[in-house]
């Protein structure tokens, strides 16, 4: 009986990566589990179309490809019983030659690539908030708006369009807008129905908001305070430069010209798995928070949803799925509070009329 390895898979068609499992036929690779083509319980790849793009040596994970698809897996053997499997195709999963004259190649090589990118590292922040600075917020929206339709295409739901959520959405984030004064981007609102409890500042101006986050607001106040928090990311231009330092010039040059599916795809998944650093988060935490006070939205809201699901994800890890981006550290909680104690701010019941629980799942189904 042949073995079943987990593996990662990569569909081609966006940069979700799939749990899934992998056997070993008499013909090639059977795989099952998430990410397959609609109605699929698995999926068969015949060895004759499978490209070994890495694991000709036995310590590095082994990378198989096929059309736009791939997987990675780091088990041992693998490769092994690929090949034991495959004689009428050997030629695809043999061992690269001359291993020892390859090796010494290879550790030269990374010796040579560790000291590039430690003055790489060293210089990246510098490098990408400089270019980041100079870029034509016309460029920020169109790489932001990439972003949001890759989102929109790599979940399920797609995006929400229930009418009366997106108007009430919009009526808050223009409220939050007319109190930042003059700036050079136009807000907007993109809502993603997935049960991901998170959202997301991506270049340009456009926040994607999830329905999981929603579901979880109990009042608008809630709500405006993730918008401000967001919209600071963006006029700070910490999502710029976030994307300037995870992706190449050439890859963000291709998505603008259209010219590369997938490179929307990274682009898009490195908004989601993006980590900004305490400082950034303090500036947006803080900047946002002095918005909501112009705005005469009650600052509260952010503290108390930031509250809540620090709570909630004790009991429900998903739920951490904002707050492992956005935790609520003391030091946090400690500024946030003290930028509202004893400061006599007035403000006024936001949208009272709204039913906003009700209005909060009308996508959820």
């Known amino acids: 009986m042949n073995r079943t390895y987990d593996a990662y898979y990569y569909n081609g068609k966006t940069a979700v990566r799939y749990d899934v499992k992998v056997s070993i ?3 090639g690779l059977r795989i099952t589990g998430h990410g397959l083509p609609p109605g699929a319980a698995h999926v068969e790849w015949p060895f004759n179309e499978i490209n070994l793009s890495q694991g ?9 490809e096929r059309g736009g698809a791939s997987l990675v897996m780091t088990a041992h053997g693998f490769i092994e019983e690929m090949r034991r499997a495959s004689p009428s195709s050997p030629a695809r999963f043999k061992n690269v ?7 010494i190649i290879a550790v030269i090589a990374f010796v040579c690539i560790v000291a590039l990118l ?4 060293v210089f990246l922040p510098t490098v990408a908030g400089y270019a980041a600075a100079r870029i034509p917020a016309s460029v920020e929206d169109s790489l932001g708006n990439a972003v949001a339709e890759q989102m929109a295409r790599s979940f399920a739901g797609g995006n929400c369009e229930d009418a009366e959520l997106k108007k009430q959405m919009d009526v808050v984030l223009e409220s ?27 270049p340009g101006g456009h926040i994607i908001v999830f329905t999981g986050l929603l579901e979880k607001t109990d009042r608008t106040e809630e709500l405006a305070g993730v918008l401000a928090h967001e919209m600071q990311h963006v006029l700070k231009r910490h999502a710029t430069k976030a994307l ?30 993006a980590t900004y650093s305490r400082a950034s988060e303090r500036e947006a935490d803080e900047a946002g928070q002095a918005l909501m006070i112009k705005a005469l939205i009650d600052p509260s ?16 890890p998903d739920i951490l799925r904002y707050v492992a981006s956005h935790p609520l550290t003391n030091e946090r909680l400690n500024y946030l509070e003290a930028g509202v104690k004893d400061k006599g701010i007035e403000t006024v019941p936001f949208l009272p009329e709204v039913d906003w629980k009700k209005l909060a799942t009308a996508c959820s189904g």
């Open 25 to 27: 036929t008499g013909i």
């Open 56 to 64: 000709s040596y036995s310590a590095e994970p082994v990378r198989l």
């Open 97 to 103: 030659k001359n291993r020892r004259k390859s090796a």
């Open 118 to 121: 430690a003055g790489f590292y």
């Open 176 to 202: 939050l807008d007319r109190a930042a004064g003059e700036r050079q981007y136009t807000f907007k609102i993109h809502i993603v129905n997935n049960k991901m409890v998170n959202a997301f500042a991506a």
């Open 244 to 273: 300037f330092q995870q992706l190449s010039a050439y890859m963000l040059l291709t998505v603008l010209t259209g010219g590369n599916a997938s490179g929307a795809a990274q682009m898009a998944d490195s908004v989601i798995q």
């Open 301 to 316: 809201g952010l503290t108390d949803f930031l509250k809540k699901l620090d709570k909630e994800g004790h009991a429900a």
